[in-house]
């Protein structure tokens, strides 16, 4: 059981770092396009010099830019840890729970590969 060793095997790092790798790609790219949204929002058209122009819309366009902010800070943030990620694969430390210092299970770094908390780790933080 993979639980009992202390950590994971060159073949399993490697499987991983594909893993991750690919999901860095699809992030950076997903930022690229928050980004670009951001950027294309802050257009100097003519379109609030119309005589029905109206706050609300203004608000509304705000609110909008604030939301595109917190998800392009939330996909750094991502971004960061899949990257935190792959030097903890090159460290031979991935895989390793900071709390119990237990291997965390495998189909959990599948599906979260940034994780740094087994479940039991979790747990205890509630």
């Given amino acids: 059981m993979a639980e009992d060793r202390q950590k994971y095997g060159d073949a399993d790092l490697q499987e991983f770092k594909v893993v991750i790798q690919a999901k860095?790609?699809?992030?950076e790219k997903d930022l690229m396009l928050i980004?670009?949204?951001f950027i294309n929002d802050q257009n100097?058209?003519?379109d609030d010099t119309?005589?029905?122009?109206k706050a609300f819309e203004e608000g509304a366009e705000t609110l909008s830019k604030e939301q595109n902010a917190i998800l392009a800070g939330r996909q750094e943030k991502f971004v960061r840890d899949?990257?935190?990620?792959?030097i903890r694969i090159q460290n031979k430390t991935?895989?390793?729970c900071r709390v119990t210092g237990k291997l965390i299970p495998k189909d959990r770094l599948m599906a979260v590969p940034h994780a740094t908390l087994s479940i039991?780790?979790?747990?205890m933080q509630r």
Avoid at 24 to 27: E, F, L
Avoid at 50 to 53: A, D, E, I, Q
Wanted: hydrophobic share 30%; charged share 25%; glycine share 8%.
């Fill in 44 to 46: 100097n058209g003519t």
């Fill in 82 to 86: 899949l990257k935190n990620a792959l």
């Fill in 35 to 37: 980004r670009e949204s």
């Fill in 50 to 53: 119309s005589p029905t122009f």
């Fill in 120 to 123: 039991e780790a979790k747990n």
């Fill in 24 to 27: 860095i790609d699809k992030a």
């Fill in 94 to 96: 991935y895989g390793i």
